[in-house]
């Protein structure tokens, strides 16, 4: 059974940081590509960043790029994201999943399969100016 469980958020000002966890169960964790995901208020989940855990590549979409950084500690099955300088468009439910890859262990697509449906609580991120 697939498990993903989010955690790290909070309320914080403008400029502050944060560092979310998923810790993942029930899926094929190595060697896979695995993201980071944003829903803002009223808006689709996009992906903002994504990592192969095999080989260490990461991707980030452009609205965080410099400012947040994707690692893992693969001994734990767990996904981190580091969260520097936040703005208050970063506000919004944050969650880990899979990320769909056409090979060679490149994870810039930044999205999950089209079927995924184990998404986990998620959780919240708040930015205030």
């Known amino acids: 059974q697939v498990r993903l469980s989010e955690s790290g958020g909070g309320s914080v000002q403008a400029g502050g940081s944060l560092r979310l966890s998923c810790a993942a169960s029930?899926?094929?964790?190595?060697?896979?590509?695995m993201g980071w995901f944003h829903q803002a208020p009223g808006e689709e989940r996009e992906g903002v960043a994504a990592?192969?855990?095999?080989?260490?590549?990461?991707y980030y979409a452009d609205s965080v790029k410099g400012r947040f950084t994707i690692s893992q500690d693969a001994t734990k099955n767990t996904l981190y994201l580091q969260m520097n300088s936040l703005k208050p468009e970063d506000t919004g439910m944050y969650y880990c999943a899979p990320v769909s890859s056409p090979g060679l262990g490149y994870c810039g697509t930044l999205r999950t399969f089209p079927e995924w449906a184990d998404w986990g609580p998620g959780t919240q991120v708040t930015v205030s100016s």
């Open positions: 990592m192969h855990t095999g080989r260490g590549f990461r």
């Open positions: 029930g899926l094929t964790y190595s060697s896979t590509c």
